[in-house]
């Protein structure tokens, strides 16, 4: 642990008004001796050059929302808050490309993006209060994983700051980079082992001209697993197909039984032809007009998986998409509120209540599934 007279030389790094106070900056309960808000890379890259010189454990954060994700923190100095780089550096519309700070919200980047009709084609959990930095270092998938480009897809360039204090580039601004290794995607899920992430390039998609949620119900877990593949196999244009077990629906505000929820964007003649066929692929049906493609169920499926909240826990199962409808069938009797997006192959669940004895059981049954479980949030000592 630092001494607190040792942090002194790491905060003279940094203007004085760059400090914040280091209560509201706790991790598994444990409070850093300094946090800091830098406002431009060069100050980042201040802060880790000093910080590595002391020997300082610094924990970069910008929207906090992935803080339960992975070990329990052995030690904890300075709280890197990224908040302050929240600038757009250019916007070409007309090359559908951007590149903006790490600090900026998703929900911002995709405000500006949307006044020239374009999006950034992600959706992580929470919700779009995640930063861009945030967005990369943990790469968590949303519902249109599979069927749209990952995170990792979308990156043209990264600027980070190493921890000897370097900032460094990998790749650029534009669609057509030179050859050579794509070094700026290996920053991505990697938490920030590489560097901290400063500023970051995309490509960029034309927002959909309409979308539209259907929610199929389905008498089993099985059948709504079957009629998603079904859904699939259409070739229809998703964002989203996913399978949601009965607690699953209705937390996310449909009928409390088992369902498919699917999310079209395109043209407004494709979609309203996909929720036709589509409709017709269930017994019965619920259909719902989403005008964003971000309201209704996906909002409260992406809340429930955030998992950061006090004492609750998210698994998430990695399994082959026709063995989906078991994974969450297992969660499910596990007593977990349960739901997967196909594509993905991405099952996750979500309790309060759960032991170390369940949470193993479960990652068995996930092998023999011919897939994996990770705990991706928990509290401290389940994790």
């Not at 906090?64 to 519309?93: H, K, M, N, Q, W």
């Not at 500006?112 to 945030?134: F, I, K, N």
Request: proline share 6%; aromatic share 4%; with cysteine.
């Amino acid at each position: 642990m630092l001494a607190t007279s040792a942090a002194g030389p790491i905060g003279a790094a940094l203007p004085p008004d760059r400090q914040r106070a280091a209560e509201g900056y706790a991790i598994d309960g444990v409070v850093p001796v300094l946090a800091l808000r830098p406002q431009r890379r060069e100050e980042v890259a201040a802060v880790l050059a000093a910080a590595s010189e002391a020997g300082a454990a610094v924990v970069p954060q910008g929207g906090r929302t992935a803080l339960a994700l992975g070990r329990p923190l052995d030690g904890y100095d300075i709280a890197l808050d990224l908040s302050g780089l929240d600038r757009v550096v250019a916007f070409e519309p007309d090359d559908l490309t951007i590149t903006v700070e790490a600090g900026l919200t998703l929900g911002a980047l995709q405000r500006r993006l949307g006044e020239h009709g374009q999006y950034l084609s992600a959706d992580p959990p929470p919700d779009d209060g995640v930063t861009v930095g945030g967005l990369l270092a943990t790469a968590r998938p949303g519902a249109w994983r599979g069927h749209l480009p990952a995170a990792r897809d979308l990156i043209l360039g990264i600027e980070a700051a190493l921890p000897g204090g370097e900032l460094v580039t990998s790749g650029g601004r534009v669609v057509k980079n030179v050859s050579g290794y794509d070094l700026h995607r290996l920053h991505t899920g990697a938490l920030g082992a590489f560097g901290v992430i400063v500023e970051a390039s995309f490509k960029l998609a034309p927002a959909p001209a309409a979308t539209r949620s259907l929610a199929l119900r389905c008498a089993t877990v099985e059948e709504a697993g079957r009629t998603a593949i079904k859904a699939w196999d259409q070739s229809l244009p998703a964002r989203a197909i996913s399978v949601l077990s009965a607690p699953a629906a209705a937390a996310a505000g449909l009928a409390a039984a088992p369902h498919v929820l699917i999310e079209f964007a395109g043209v407004a003649a494709a979609v309203e032809r996909a929720t036709e066929i589509a409709a017709g692929l269930g017994d019965a049906s619920d259909a719902t007009n989403d005008a964003n493609g971000t309201d209704g169920p996906w909002v409260a499926l992406r809340a429930l998986g955030a998992g950061d909240r006090g004492d609750s826990v998210v698994l998430r199962m990695a399994v082959p998409t026709t063995a989906a409808g078991a994974a969450i069938e297992a969660a499910d009797a596990a007593g977990c509120v349960a739901w997967g997006h196909i594509a993905a192959g991405s099952v996750l669940a979500q309790t309060s209540e759960i032991d170390a004895g369940a949470v193993r059981a479960l990652r068995e049954r996930a092998r023999g599934l011919g897939g994996t479980l990770q705990i991706e949030s928990a509290p401290a000592a389940l994790r």
